[in-house]
């Protein structure tokens, strides 16, 4: 039986955590070329953004009040 959150993978003797420092973290891109039709490519490009790029806030109208 496999814990919420974990790979489906295992092997003798090894254990894996999620990592709990920020700093052993880094930052993914995805570079894709323009000209590139593959279906597979684009479909992993969807994929990929869908679910690691930052969710956008949409914007928010902004009340400021003047002094007669």
Known sequence: MTK????????EGVVMRPLSDPSLSFE?????RTDDDSRLANEFGRSF????????????Q????LSA
């Not at 919420?4 to 092997?11: M, Y």
């Not at 790029?53 to 928010?60: E, G, S, T, V, Y």
């Open 4 to 11: 919420p959150g974990s790979v489906g993978l295992s092997a």
């Open 49 to 60: 953004l869908r679910r690691y790029a930052p969710q956008r806030i949409p914007p928010k």
């Open 28 to 32: 993914t891109c995805l570079i894709m």
């Open 62 to 65: 902004m009340e400021f009040w």
